[in-house]
Nanobody, 123 residues
Framework: QVQLVESGGGLVQAGGSLRLSCAAS????????MGWFRQAPGKEREFVAA???????NYADSVKGRFTITRDNINNRVWLQMNSLKPEDTAVYYC?????????????????WGQGTQVTVSS
């Protein structure tokens, strides 16, 4: 089992930036796909970005060109750099890991989840 802990959330004005971090521990981090999802109040959890071991990435259309996902397999971390933030990006952001090989966009393909970190973007 992989344990995931997110950090880096907070309150930022529209147009600003935040960098989320996810620290993984437990079983070997290296083989896994890592993803970020988010859930806004009253809405379903939605895919944000994912990165495979090959560093092949996948992004939701709503964040393409604004968000960047990266990973460090030596230090077992994954980051989500969020630029040009909008009020609609306000949500709890979750880190997730998968035993698979592709940067999946479906939450069902992920088997470990962090507790989440709140991101609030004010207008």
């Amino acid at each position: 089992q992989v344990q995931l802990v997110e950090s880096g959330g907070g309150l930022v004005q529209a147009g600003g930036s935040l960098r989320l971090s996810c620290a993984a521990s437990g079983r070997a981090f290296r083989p896994y796909v890592m993803g970020w999802f988010r859930q806004a109040p009253g809405k379903e959890r939605e895919f944000v970005a994912a990165i495979a071991l090959s560093e092949h990435t996948n992004y939701a259309d709503s964040v393409k060109g604004r968000f960047t996902i990266t990973r460090d397999n030596i230090n077992n971390r994954v980051w989500l750099q969020m630029n040009s933030l909008k009020p609609e990006d306000t949500a709890v952001y979750y880190c997730a890991s998968s035993y698979g090989s592709s940067p999946y966009a479906d939450a069902k393909d992920y088997d470990s989840w962090g507790q989440g970190t709140q991101v609030t973007v004010s207008s």
